[in-house]
């Protein structure tokens, strides 16, 4: 989460070539691929995305990643 959200794309790789899961969400309901997206680290969103992040996945509060 932390990666994404600051844009090591470096590091979120490492993370999910060592089983990390590309579609992980926090307890309120944030994924990587929201952080990342929201943050505009586009390298990420499409790792995350070529990983098996869900481009449909919502937050807590019912919103798109986008």
């Given at each position: 989460?932390?990666?994404a959200?600051?844009?090591n794309?470096?590091?979120?790789k490492?993370?999910?070539?060592?089983?990390?899961?590309?579609a992980f969400?926090?307890k309120?309901?944030?994924?990587?691929l929201t952080?990342?997206?929201?943050n505009?680290?586009f390298?990420c969103?499409k790792?995350?995305l070529n990983k098996?992040?869900?481009?449909?996945?919502?937050?807590g509060?019912?919103?798109?990643?986008?």
């Amino acid at each position: 989460m932390r990666a994404a959200s600051i844009g090591n794309v470096n590091k979120l790789k490492h993370t999910i070539e060592k089983g990390g899961n590309a579609a992980f969400k926090d307890k309120a309901g944030a994924s990587a691929l929201t952080l990342a997206a929201r943050n505009g680290h586009f390298d990420c969103v499409k790792l995350l995305l070529n990983k098996g992040a869900d481009a449909n996945s919502m937050d807590g509060d019912g919103m798109a990643f986008f």
